[in-house]
């Protein structure tokens, strides 16, 4: 669900007041990233703000931000982290994965796997008004398809994550760079987070040359 407010941070706290239930209510299989994050998600002012709710699968990186730590140190998705250059072959970027990996059929591995239920996106209109509609609509297409750190900083990176940082260099859409990314998260395989982590970047390496 994406909301359009005037009034984001008024909007924000009224919907985890009352439906926090929902949002973190600590539900049989429920995976969110933990009572730190919805503080953050409440709290901190945002052009855009966004909350994951996915149901446990075998192996789940993420019942709570701080098993998330201690399973795989960082997700799956933060394959950028392994090193390298804007080419796709990794960044410094720490952003938490929405991790689609379905079983093999082997029963003598437990992949990991993260099934997005449900995403809440909050655009706060006023801090927005001066950015293409476009240009933060695909902003949102990709945290809504990703459980990107909200602190995440990729400005070395061509990705419209930067939107929000400088004007006058940030994509103002989604770039090969997002793309590749995307693919490489939801097609990515491994019995643990840095295998998954691997493969992503390595499917960015060889994506992005062949797109650019």
């Known amino acids: ?16 007041e009352e439906r926090r239930d929902i949002l973190y209510g600590g539900q ?12 953050d998600f409440t709290n901190r002012p945002r052009p855009v703000r966004w909350w994951h709710i996915s149901s446990e699968g075998a ?7 701080a098993r998330a730590r201690q399973n795989s140190g960082r997700t799956a998705a933060a394959a950028a982290a392994i090193g390298g250059d804007s080419s796709g072959q990794g960044s410094s970027m720490d952003m938490q994965g ?30 927005v008004a001066d950015v293409p509609a476009p240009a933060w609509m695909d902003y949102v297409a990709l945290v809504s398809l990703a459980q990107v750190d909200p602190d995440a900083r990729p400005t070395n990176y061509p990705s419209v994550l ?3 940082g400088d004007a006058n260099q940030a994509p103002t859409a989604l ?9 490489g998260l939801y097609r990515s395989r491994g019995s643990e987070g840095s295998r998954q982590a691997a493969d992503i970047a390595r499917r960015m390496a060889d994506d992005i040359p062949a797109t650019q």
Do not use: C, H, K
């Not at 049989?28 to 503080?39: F, I, M, N, P």
């Not at 192996?59 to 931000?65: E, F, K, P, T, V």
């Not at 770039?175 to 693919?183: E, N, R």
């Open 98 to 127: 929405m991790d689609a990996v379905r079983s093999n059929g082997s029963r003598a591995r437990a992949e990991l796997r993260n099934d997005l239920s449900y995403v809440l996106v909050i655009v706060d209109a006023r801090r």
């Open 1 to 16: 669900m994406v909301i359009y407010a005037p009034d984001s941070d008024a909007l924000t706290r009224q919907i985890v």
């Open 162 to 164: 930067n939107l929000f």
């Open 28 to 39: 049989e299989g429920q995976v969110t990233a933990g009572g730190d994050a919805l503080a």
């Open 59 to 65: 192996g789940s990186l993420r019942l709570d931000a």
């Open 175 to 183: 770039t090969a760079w997002d793309i590749a990314y995307l693919d």
